[in-house]
């Protein structure tokens, strides 16, 4: 009896949990639909009533950054950087 009540417990449960994930999978495919953003914004940005927003300070010390990343991924190799061990570990 008391394996029957388990059972039906755990039947309850997947039931349950379909629908949460149904309801959110509708959810987000409105949102997409709205042309509204999902997920987490970028970093010097955020969401105002489902529409990304800049936020002028944060959003050009992003730019910054970037700009620095690509110029230091343009400079040569060094034998013993962490970008040069990784191109050799991606070689095998």
């Keep these: 009896m008391a394996d029957m009540?388990?059972?039906?417990m755990?039947?309850?449960?997947?039931?349950?949990?379909?629908?949460?994930v149904d309801r959110v999978q509708q959810s987000i495919d409105k949102a997409i639909?709205?042309?509204k953003r999902v997920g987490c914004p970028p970093y010097g940005c955020t969401v105002e009533d489902g529409f990304m927003q800049q936020?002028?300070?944060e959003?050009?010390?992003a730019q910054r950054?970037?700009?620095?990343?690509?110029?230091?991924?343009?400079?040569?190799?060094q034998p013993n950087s962490?970008?040069?061990?990784i191109q050799?570990?991606?070689q095998y």
């Design 5 to 8: 009540m388990l059972n039906l």
């Design 55 to 57: 936020i002028p300070s």
């Design 33 to 35: 639909d709205e042309s």
């Design 65 to 77: 950054f970037i700009r620095e990343v690509k110029k230091a991924m343009k400079r040569p190799l």
């Design 59 to 61: 959003y050009t010390r």
């Design 10 to 20: 755990i039947v309850f449960a997947d039931a349950e949990q379909q629908m949460i």
């Design 82 to 85: 962490s970008r040069y061990l």
């Design 88 to 90: 050799v570990y991606n």
